[in-house]
């Protein structure tokens, strides 16, 4: 039951996949569990589905956060009208029918994230739960690297140590690459790319390379990947393809590794749980 259990539960769902997941607050252990869903269905009709079948769905947990996957609108802050999100959402983003449109604040990066939700989907879990928080999958990779972009070393401001050096962050995730930069406390860029072919890929990036002005000496690029796909030869060597192709043109490249990220913290070691979702934990 819940008394046993952190008090708030995870569930994780983009267009292909839904995941839930929740920290046992006896053990501390992070408890995930993907769920197989059916083509051909709606997201809210598989996650019904998987109220009664899911154990973890059924633990007694009276509070929930929905985090989903949706095209993203970013507006300033200083520029953010709550009466006019909608507009501006729909203007923006098309296909996105039978949904509301929800807007989370970002306090750090001076800015206001506009996201649709699915009115049905987020119906049944308001049926199921007492407490129900609102996100996207983006803002905490995006304030983890922010924050990582100015990490100290040594007792030392890394921003400061690499100062005049840029970075460009890539996350891989639900068949899209992620590609943002910062600068201070502002989003340089950020925009998504579609991320199922290799060679596509390496050329989005570049062009955002290009585009900032990045210098392939002395600025870095990170590619950090959400470790849902299986760790077959297949992945592994496309990964490796990405990776050197991009070497080809920028010297510091570097892979984030997720244990190493967090310290070799007990939720990297649960298989198969998004990059996205560690940082919840």
Not at 45 to 61: C, H, I, K, T, V
Not at 109 to 120: K, P, Q, S, Y
Request: hydrophobic fraction near 40%; include cysteine.
């Amino acid at each position: 039951m819940e008394t046993t259990l952190s008090n708030r539960l995870h569930i994780r769902v983009s267009q292909q996949a839904m995941a839930f997941a929740a920290k046992d607050s006896t053990t501390g252990q992070v408890i995930y569990e993907p769920y197989i869903v059916r083509s051909g269905v709606s997201m809210a009709a598989n996650l019904r589905e998987a109220f009664r079948n899911s154990n973890l769905l059924n633990s007694g947990y009276r509070r929930a956060q929905l985090i989903v996957d949706t095209p993203t609108v970013l507006v300033p802050l200083q520029e953010f009208e709550q009466e006019q999100a909608a507009d501006l959402y729909h203007h923006a983003i098309s296909q996105q029918e039978g949904c509301e449109i929800v807007n989370e604040v970002l306090p750090s990066l001076n800015a206001v994230l506009l996201f649709a939700v699915n009115r049905d989907l987020r119906m049944v879990v308001n049926d199921h739960f007492d407490d129900v928080r609102l996100t996207h999958v983006m803002p905490v990779v995006w304030s983890h690297m922010q924050n990582r972009s100015y990490s100290t070393v040594g007792g030392r401001s890394e921003n400061a140590i690499a100062m005049g050096r840029r970075k460009v962050y890539v996350y891989f995730h639900d068949k899209k690459a992620e590609v943002f930069s910062f600068d201070k406390n502002r989003f340089r860029f950020a925009n998504t790319f579609e991320g199922t072919r290799s060679r596509d890929v390496v050329y989005f990036v570049l062009h955002v390379w290009k585009q900032l002005g990045c210098q392939p000496d002395t600025d870095e690029l990170f590619l950090a990947y959400d470790n849902t796909q299986a760790d077959t030869a297949e992945n592994r060597q496309d990964r490796e393809w990405i990776l050197e192709a991009l070497r080809r043109y920028v010297q510091k490249v570097y892979t984030v590794n997720p244990s190493a990220e967090f310290n070799r913290a007990p939720v990297t070691q649960v298989k198969g749980i998004p990059f996205d979702l560690m940082m919840m934990f």
